[in-house]
């Protein structure tokens, strides 16, 4: 018996990296899974519909059952064709892994509008599409559901030339936690990942360990997959090689006010006070 034994899983961007993982990992827990793919390159020019088929391939060579997926995230339309393969072939949805994304790294005085609108779009309004259109189906199913984003640490700490990609992600974490207040009537539990790991998208980075392998994260993704985390929604959970952590926000003690309102040099002199 598998932990995900009857469910239909979407894993978006699954044609290598980390989603090529999860779905391979969700599929070792009894999954069936879409594997979407549009094909692109690294900055999300492009399109071949072999990586997704490649890894459909993959599955079905080993006993699983998968279907391939070519849609963009980026699109309603698409997001509507995922959840329709995942029905057409395997008569429901249960899980979603947002996973797809792209980079178009620059800094901010020399970010370009498309540079910024191709990567808000695959990210940001690629979680929001696919999560709605998969939790329409949720809800017509009656029988709960579980979302997986993905976040970054770019998002919610920040890094050099990212502004695009870390406003997305960032606004990522937001929309867990939004997501997870209004589906939580649904028994639809959402939470967000913040992996870092050895890919093609982190290819540049020199610092990155050999051993963040993709396939460290996976287990994670199973677990927010399967019923053992039936409690937990709205969360962001850190995977860095063997490590495993919860990001949380912190708010500060801070510092009351007297009676009348504080003017700007009386904050300068209380700032400290407000910040710890």
């Given at each position: 018996m598998?932990?995900?034994?009857?469910?239909?899983?979407?894993?978006?961007?699954?044609?290598?990296?980390?989603?090529?993982?999860?779905?391979?990992?969700?599929?070792?827990?009894?999954?069936?899974v879409?594997?979407?793919?549009?094909g692109g390159?690294?900055?999300?020019?492009?399109?071949?519909?072999?990586?997704?088929?490649?890894v459909?391939?993959?599955?079905?060579?080993?006993?699983?059952e998968?279907?391939?997926n070519?849609?963009?995230?980026?699109?309603?339309?698409?997001?509507?064709?995922m959840?329709?393969?995942?029905?057409?072939?395997?008569?429901?949805?249960?899980?979603?892994?947002?996973?797809?994304?792209?980079?178009?790294?620059?800094?901010?005085?020399?970010?370009?509008e498309?540079?910024?609108?191709?990567?808000?779009?695959?990210?940001?309004?690629?979680?929001?599409?696919?999560?709605?259109?998969?939790v329409?189906?949720?809800?017509?199913?009656?029988?709960?559901?579980?979302?997986?984003?993905?976040?970054?640490?770019?998002?919610?700490?920040?890094?050099?030339?990212?502004s695009?990609?870390?406003?997305?992600?960032?606004?990522?974490?937001?929309?867990?936690?939004?997501?997870?207040?209004?589906?939580?009537?649904?028994?639809?539990?959402?939470?967000?990942?913040?992996?870092l790991?050895?890919?093609?998208?982190?290819?540049?980075?020199?610092?990155?360990?050999?051993?963040?392998?993709?396939?460290?994260i996976?287990?994670?993704?199973?677990?927010?997959?399967?019923?053992?985390?039936?409690?937990?929604?709205?969360?962001?959970?850190?995977?860095?090689?063997n490590?495993?952590?919860?990001?949380?926000?912190?708010?500060s003690?801070?510092?009351d006010?007297a009676?009348?309102?504080?003017?700007?040099?009386?904050?300068?002199?209380?700032?400290r006070?407000?910040?710890?």
């Open positions: 598998g932990l995900l034994d009857g469910k239909v899983a979407i894993v978006t961007g699954a044609g290598g990296g980390l989603g090529r993982c999860h779905a391979l990992a969700l599929v070792g827990e009894g999954a069936k879409v594997v979407n793919d549009v390159a690294r900055d999300g020019t492009g399109a071949d519909t072999r990586m997704a088929q490649q459909v391939d993959e599955i079905r060579a080993a006993g699983g998968a279907a391939a070519y849609d963009s995230v980026a699109t309603l339309d698409g997001a509507a064709g959840v329709q393969t995942a029905v057409g072939a395997f008569g429901r949805v249960d899980i979603v892994v947002n996973n797809a994304g792209i980079l178009r790294d620059k800094s901010i005085l020399k970010m370009e498309a540079m910024w609108d191709a990567v808000i779009a695959v990210h940001l309004k690629g979680t929001f599409a696919v999560t709605q259109a998969a329409r189906q949720m809800v017509e199913q009656g029988q709960g559901g579980r979302i997986i984003n993905t976040s970054s640490i770019a998002g919610l700490i920040g890094n050099f030339g990212q695009n990609y870390g406003s997305a992600k960032a606004g990522i974490a937001g929309f867990t936690r939004v997501a997870a207040i209004e589906f939580a009537k649904h028994n639809i539990t959402v939470n967000a990942i913040v992996p790991a050895k890919t093609r998208m982190t290819a540049e980075i020199a610092a990155m360990p050999d051993d963040f392998t993709p396939e460290k996976s287990p994670l993704v199973v677990f927010l997959a399967s019923d053992l985390s039936s409690s937990l929604t709205g969360r962001l959970f850190g995977a860095q090689g490590h495993y952590s919860e990001f949380r926000y912190q708010i003690d801070g510092a006010t009676e009348n309102q504080w003017t700007p040099q009386e904050i300068a002199s209380r700032i006070d407000i910040m710890r």
